[in-house]
């Protein structure tokens, strides 16, 4: 099952303007990353945040955490026709010993030239 | 190699036949991992290896699905008696575990699997 929501599911803007796509989750973690998806292709690692942080940034990305709401955003500035992917967040929960990652259903970016 | 190998890209199944799905991990990554990505989905979590031990196969949808990696590096998935909802693409990722929250996945480009 997946751990996360993501919203929206689908987004459109003009190349230039910034996008923010956010995540839900259910469970207590030790991280949460966000991955890319170019179509028919796998995914990409972009930035992990620790549960213990609550901003982070990497070039034009940036991510907060809250925990007490059990919610993440992903900001990308001035946006590129490149970013036109999915974006995923992921979550590694608390079991000891036990990295797998439970994946949010994801975000459709589109950007306009 | 330099990233996470998968193959074949691409298999077309008869429904009722065995498929094999092979990943080759990132050498020297201890971790590794299968996911199942339905079109428009986020991947599911199937499997998850570190080395050769199989530490967690809760996600494997049922007893049709079996997957093995007996030397810590290779991983096969096995389908048996596929159907046709066992269409979708099947990922690969490894990691090189160290300490906790270090945990960034490295995925392959996946392989799809159409069952007629």
């Known amino acids: 099952s997946q751990q996360g929501e993501e919203d929206p599911q689908a987004l459109s803007i003009q190349e230039g303007e910034n996008a923010t796509m956010n995540c839900s989750y259910k469970?207590?973690?030790?991280?949460l990353q966000w991955y890319r998806q170019n179509s028919g292709r796998g995914l990409v690692h972009l930035i992990l945040?620790?549960?213990?942080?609550r901003e982070k940034h990497s070039g034009r990305l940036r991510v907060t955490l809250d925990t007490s709401k059990k919610s993440s955003s992903l900001l990308i500035t001035a946006s590129r026709a490149a970013d036109t992917a999915s974006y995923f967040c992921?979550?590694?929960?608390?079991?000891?010993?036990?990295?797998?990652?439970?994946f949010g259903t994801g975000t459709r970016l589109t950007i306009i030239p | 190699g330099a990233g996470v190998s998968q193959s074949p890209r691409y298999k077309v199944a008869k429904r009722g036949q065995d498929v094999a799905l092979r990943c080759d991990p990132i050498?020297?990554?201890?971790?590794l991992f299968w996911y199942q990505q339905a079109l428009g989905q986020g991947p599911e979590f199937l499997t998850y290896?570190?080395?050769?031990?199989?530490?967690?196969k809760s996600g494997l949808p049922s007893d049709r699905f079996f997957a093995e990696r007996p030397e810590g590096s290779v991983s096969t998935l096995k389908i048996q008696r596929t159907q046709q909802e066992d269409s979708a693409v099947y990922l690969c990722?490894?990691?090189?575990?160290?300490?906790?929250?270090?945990?960034?996945?490295?995925f392959g480009e996946g392989s799809r699997l159409t069952v007629l």
């Open positions: 990722a490894s990691s090189f575990p160290g300490t906790l929250n270090t945990g960034e996945l490295f």
């Open positions: 469970t207590s973690i030790n991280n």
């Open positions: 945040i620790r549960s213990n942080e």
């Open positions: 992921a979550t590694e929960g608390t079991n000891f010993g036990n990295e797998k990652l439970t």
């Open positions: 050498s020297g990554h201890v971790s």
């Open positions: 290896f570190q080395n050769e031990a199989q530490l967690d």
